[in-house]
């Protein structure tokens, strides 16, 4: 049996291939995603990244596949409502821009609405291709958590569903011909005895042995020495254990109001896939959890740490579990059509973390950790639960019942076909010379690259120059960095890069006119904290900036550090 690994997975993806990206928890799916996305953007190329809820949403900093697709809260569409989406400007220029579709956690998207967005996609792009002709990636674990049963009341009492609802059961699973990437490598349990327990419990495998080994877990301290996150499948446990957790604390209290501005739906759509409270109460020495991913690293959501202080302007001062410090300042959460907000909340990218739900944990690793599983409701909670703990050591176990073991037999089952389809990929893949894997690629990114830089790049092969001397003229020219990155159809992030390597090549034409890009004070300020911090590293840099208040720009650090050494 093969394995498959990251690389091949994004290998497979770059040649155009409609992907079902799938794994263990940890096995790093995100990664491989966050890989192409960052490879399709390089090129140029729409790629719209979504997820199926609003929280697993704001890990790969996308918004719901409901919201982008139009669908909405819909269980049913007509050909009036499909029509109705048509209308929409925005909805269309989406879909016809868009040449790739990525949708996350798609074990908690139902069938019906996996068909129903492929339906809008056919329509929106006039094609009668599945999807629309988009390439179209579904990534997540069908052992994780599956889509929310919807019950119908026969007048005595709610019904639930007979069948599944599991999206491998659309039509359009069927039609897309996904080509299975089935990841097998391990990136965040390095336990092998835990790492038994977590596969026996996926291939519902359970043995007396592994029920023993867990039970050496009850009510017993993790030994690993960090911090410890409570997990439990209720809300109502969690709050109750974060107010308490509060009140504890001998120290004045601080409230930090949501604000918000829009459409109201809009609006309460935003706070319902916010992880942020509409109050967030926070107390020195309160412990907390980031609930939004920082732009260009720092914290992500699910970074755990300690508010430290309280700063002059009153907002939390952070000390993160592996040391790293934060002025934090309120964050927006935007809903944005045609580069117009329609919708925005702003908050304090924070949480309370004594205690957090099993639902809301998806996606997070832990180094310690203490989990109720006794009240478990539904199949794969458990597996969801005690796989996102990196040890067996690591980890204090309140309780757990049957259900807290026990897998969904169809997924099983599916499982299996899923690492069959998968092994024939990788040997297909092996057979294949690299010159015909990258060929395959080319063509590939080709055919979706926006026309302006196909012509682009056509004009570069006939100069026979490379990107890089394509750059140092216009830069000889002393073109602005925007006019550069308009007229080669790039970010301006990605002329700093050409620069950058041009300058270690020795080949940088004078570039002094680029100071004029910044005032003078703010190229002295920066050009300043590096020296003061004696490194050339950006995140430092940019950290004091932020917590001087500065509102720093990661594209203005990097203009101001090619002058670091002039």
């Known amino acids: 049996m093969f394995s498959m690994t990251q690389a091949e997975a994004l290998d497979i993806l770059k040649m155009g291939k409609n992907v079902f990206l799938t ?40 918004q719901t596949i409901h919201s982008w697709s139009g669908l909405g809260v819909k269980d049913t569409l007509t050909d009036y409502d499909i029509e109705s989406l048509m209308e929409r400007q925005y909805l269309y220029k989406r879909f016809e821009k868009t040449k790739v579709l990525i949708i996350d956690e798609v074990s908690m998207l139902h069938h019906f609405r996996l068909d129903l967005i492929e339906w809008i996609c056919r329509q929106m792009k006039r094609n009668e291709a599945p999807f ?6 579904l990534c997540g674990d069908f052992f994780q958590l599956p889509p929310v049963s919807r019950r119908r009341f026969d007048g005595m009492d709610f019904i639930e569903p007979v069948e599944s609802e599991f999206a491998f059961k659309a039509e359009s699973f069927l039609t897309s011909k996904f080509t299975i990437c089935y990841l097998s490598e391990q990136h965040r349990q390095k336990d092998n005895t835990y790492l038994s327990i977590l596969n026996q419990i996926r291939q519902n495998k359970v043995t007396q042995k592994t029920v023993d080994l867990l039970k050496t877990r009850l009510n017993v301290d993790p030994d690993t020495g960090a911090v410890v996150t409570r997990l439990y499948t209720h809300n109502i446990d969690v709050d109750e254990i974060n107010k308490k957790h509060l009140s504890l604390i001998d120290a004045g209290e601080k409230d930090y109001h949501m604000t918000s501005k829009g459409a109201s739906s809009l609006v ?3 706070k319902k896939s916010c992880l942020s409270p509409e109050v967030l109460v926070l107390k020195k020495g309160a412990r907390v959890m980031f609930t939004k991913n920082q732009p260009e690293g720092g914290f992500v959501n699910g970074t755990l740490g300690i508010v430290k202080d309280f700063n002059q302007f009153g907002d939390p001062i952070v000390e993160t579990n592996s040391g790293m410090t934060f002025h934090v300042s309120p964050q927006a959460w935007k809903i944005e059509e045609e580069g117009k907000v329609k919708a925005e909340i702003n908050q304090l990218p924070l949480r309370l973390a004594w205690a957090i739900t099993v639902h809301k944990s998806q996606g997070m690793s832990l180094d310690a950790m203490e989990v109720d599983l006794s009240k478990s409701f539904v199949k794969g ?15 204090k176990l309140l309780g757990f019942n049957d259900m807290s073991l026990e897998v969904d037999m169809e997924v099983l089952e599916m499982d299996e076909k899923f690492r069959e389809k998968s092994d024939e990929a990788v040997d297909k893949l092996k057979s294949m010379k690299r010159s015909e894997i990258e060929e395959k690629q080319r063509l590939f990114i080709e055919s979706i690259e ?95 900036l932020l917590k001087r208040k500065k509102k720093p720009s990661y594209l203005k650090i990097r203009l101001a550090r090619l002058f670091l050494n002039k």
Do not use: W
């Open 23 to 62: 794994g263990p928890a940890g096995s790093g799916k995100t990664h491989v995603v966050n890989a192409y996305v960052k490879y399709l953007k390089q090129h140029a190329v729409d790629v719209a990244v979504t997820a199926s809820t609003g929280i697993a949403a704001t890990h790969i900093g996308g």
């Open 132 to 137: 629309g002709g988009m390439q179209i990636i």
């Open 268 to 270: 309460e759509s935003l």
């Open 381 to 395: 909670m458990g597996y969801v639960a005690l796989s996102r703990v990196r040890s067996l050591n690591g980890m």
């Open 450 to 544: 926006p026309e302006e830089k196909v012509k682009i790049k056509k004009k570069e092969k006939e100069l026979k120059k490379s990107t890089h001397e394509i750059t140092a003229e216009m830069l000889e020219k002393e073109m602005s960095l925007a006019m550069i990155a308009d007229k080669r159809g790039i970010k301006q992030e990605t002329v700093v890069s050409h620069i950058e390597d041009l300058m270690k090549e020795n080949k940088c034409p004078d570039i002094d006119y680029l100071k004029k890009e910044l005032k003078r004070s703010e190229l002295d300020e920066i050009l300043s904290v590096f020296e003061e911090l004696d490194t050339d590293t950006l995140s430092p840099v940019y950290n004091l």
